[in-house]
């Protein structure tokens, strides 16, 4: 069984910056790729970053320059820094991952969604 579990969200003036983080648990080999996603009231979900292990992390337009994905392989943890952050960018945000596990098999799955809010 694995699982995603988010922590890091929260309220934070215009300006300011946020680490979210995503950590996988279970029988974890290895990442293969992983993802943040976030989704607005009233709108659809959209993609903020995805990375491929071994390769370059791709990033919305709206927020290149201000938000970077990362890993960590020792504590198979996804992390997304965001910083100069705006009004807009107000979503619950959610991780994915895809993990190779000990048993030979492969898991994708999402994490369970944090808030974010970008207020004054």
């Known amino acids: 069984q694995v699982q995603l579990v988010q922590s890091g969200g929260g309220l934070v003036q215009p300006g300011g910056s946020l680490r979210l983080s995503c950590v996988a648990s279970?029988?974890?080999?290895?990442?293969?790729?992983m993802g943040w996603y976030r989704q607005a009231p009233g709108r659809e979900r959209e993609l903020v970053a995805t990375?491929?292990?071994?390769?370059?992390?791709n990033y919305s337009d709206s927020v290149k320059g201000r938000f970077t994905i990362s890993l960590d392989n020792a504590k198979n943890t996804v992390y997304l820094q965001m910083t100069s952050l705006k009004p807009e960018d107000t979503a619950v945000y959610s991780c994915?991952?895809?993990?190779?596990?000990?048993?030979?098999?492969?898991?994708w799955g999402w994490g369970q969604g944090t808030q974010v809010t970008v207020s004054s």
């Open positions: 994915t991952a895809e993990v190779n596990l000990k048993d030979g098999s492969t898991w």
């Open positions: 279970g029988s974890i080999v290895s990442f293969n790729d």
């Open positions: 990375a491929t292990i071994g390769g370059v992390p």
